[in-house]
């Protein structure tokens, strides 16, 4: 059995997929939570791949990894996928966006939601950094107390180099078995460009954040997507 590998967004921590994982773990699966780590002056995907992979090859496991990425992690899935020891099953694709070659993480807002992209280009280009939630805000998103508190204390917020940077994506990433999990309407386009190419795709009619709000069904949703890949393959 593939082992899976939880990839958060860069704007959040490994809170994002705490519950999940506990509950593939409890069904005999095997987990890891990397942490997308920067600091330095590289390229911000390049740190954040290559920190998940580092962690991932320290497990020295040869069978096979299913990387599952949630929001902006969906383009960095096949840059970690390229720099593991094992090969990779499979991607899962979480209320994420797809790999674009040399497309930024801004350029997809421009597609996926353009009516918010607009604007938030400008907040960028006037100094802002983005997220910068309040408890208000992920308030209906997570409605525990709790878990939302934590949620907040490992924002990062990001200002416009890293929206702007564009994120390379490998050639034929797309050979390896692909499937997409869509919670929020936010990734109505990438979800459609997922089934499209023929890929197995869930929905859930949800949040942004439903990894944190009902995890027994993200769970259930991945191992399900994960069967199919594998199967077909």
């Known amino acids: 059995m593939p082992l899976f590998a939880l990839i958060h967004s860069p704007l959040v921590g490994p809170l994002t997929w705490k519950l999940v994982a506990q509950h593939l773990e409890n069904d005999g699966h095997h987990v890891i939570i990397p942490t997308l780590r920067d600091g330095d002056q590289r390229a911000f995907w390049e740190q954040h791949a290559g920190s998940a992979a580092r962690a991932i090859n320290k497990l020295d496991f040869h069978d096979g990894w299913i990387l599952a990425g949630h929001s902006g992690a969906g383009p960095l899935l096949p840059l970690i996928g390229a720099q593991l020891n094992a090969p990779v099953a499979a991607y899962i694709f979480v209320d994420a966006g797809l790999p674009q070659n040399q497309a930024s993480h801004l350029d997809m807002l421009k597609v996926e939601i353009p009516e918010v992209a607009k604007h938030f280009e400008t907040f960028l280009k006037t100094g802002g950094q983005y997220p910068q939630w309040q408890d208000a805000d992920l308030q209906p998103l997570i409605p525990d107390d709790t878990l939302r508190q934590r949620m907040l204390n490992e924002i990062r917020p990001r200002a416009l180099s890293f929206f702007t940077e564009p994120l390379p994506a490998p050639e034929a990433w797309d050979t390896i078995p692909s499937g997409y999990i869509q919670f929020s309407e936010g990734y109505a386009v990438p979800a459609e460009q997922a089934r499209k190419k023929g890929w197995p795709v869930i929905e859930f009619q949800a ?27």
């Open 207 to 233: 949040g942004h954040f439903h990894t944190l709000v009902e995890p027994t069904a993200v769970a259930t949703a991945l191992t399900k997507v994960a069967d199919q890949l594998i199967k077909s393959a």
